[in-house]
């Protein structure tokens, strides 16, 4: 038996739709304020989808491994425990050994202590990072402007007590004393557990989720370990730099 289709069919389904989807003429004449509300909403709605998809995350907490990421050598490299020593006789030990050109000071080895240096026992000069150094700054600089940023570290350094020793000496670009930067105690794991046990810790103490967080540390491992909770993490294997530092503030749209 053919099939009879009625003919309004089409234009009664079509009329309807049209009807479902297009803004009445009459209603928005008479209520233009709600329509135009309801555009804006759209409008707000679109632009926070986008604002939440180009920056998913805010930077919350810093952290940073010490050895090989913040300063040089590590600590199990040195023959310590670390010292001060005077300018003056780093630079002229070399000189009385080979008769050669003063001892030249290497980058990053300012301390709270004028025309001082850290040390091992042997004269190896323990110095800061320019990317670290610089970076460390900059999150000063950023706490100052009352932006909502803390600081940790993360560190499984063989030698926690030389470490300790070398934050109160060593001191960021901006001059202040690492001890100061990292200045609340409970943001300091130093200890030979997986790293990824120090940031379950700091997320415990500090409330931030795992999203907020970055992590610059020089062995990849830790950074894989880390990185599956969730933490933005920068592998450093050449010490931290300024690149890695930017790069962050790229990924978080502070750049
Ligand atoms: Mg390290």
Redesign the pocket.
């Known amino acids: 038996m053919p099939k009879i289709i009625d003919p309004s069919f089409r234009s009664i389904t079509s009329d309807s739709f049209s009807q479902d989807i297009s803004p009445s003429p009459s209603f928005t004449s008479r209520h233009p304020w709600p329509s135009s509300l309801f555009y804006l909403q759209i409008t707000i709605t679109i632009a926070s989808a986008t604002i939440i998809l180009t920056y998913p995350s805010i930077m919350q907490l810093v952290v940073f491994?010490?050895?090989?990421?913040i300063w040089q050598p590590?600590m199990y490299q040195i023959d310590g425990p670390p010292k001060l020593m005077s300018v003056d006789e780093f630079q002229g030990k070399q000189k009385r050994k080979s008769n050669s050109q003063p001892r030249q000071l290497p980058l990053g080895y300012t301390t709270i202590h004028q025309n001082k240096i850290a040390t091992d026992r042997r004269g190896t000069p323990i110095t800061v990072f320019d990317g670290a150094s610089h970076a460390i700054s900059e999150i000063n600089r950023m706490r100052k402007e009352k932006m909502d940023l803390q600081l940790a570290i993360s560190?499984?350094t063989d030698e926690p007590s030389w470490a300790y020793q070398l934050m109160k000496w060593l001191v960021a670009a901006d001059g202040i004393p690492l001890s100061k930067c990292f200045d609340d105690q409970n943001l300091i794991q130093i200890s030979y557990s997986d790293k990824y046990k120090h940031f379950e810790s700091l997320h415990r103490k500090t409330g931030i989720p795992f999203e907020n967080m970055v992590f610059f540390?020089?062995?990849r491992w830790?950074c894989q370990s880390v990185e599956q909770l969730g933490v933005k993490c920068y592998h450093t294997p050449n010490g931290m730099t300024r690149d890695d530092w930017n790069l962050c503030l790229e990924d978080f749209g502070l750049l």
């Open positions: 491994d010490l050895d090989y990421t590590e560190s499984r540390d020089n062995e830790n």
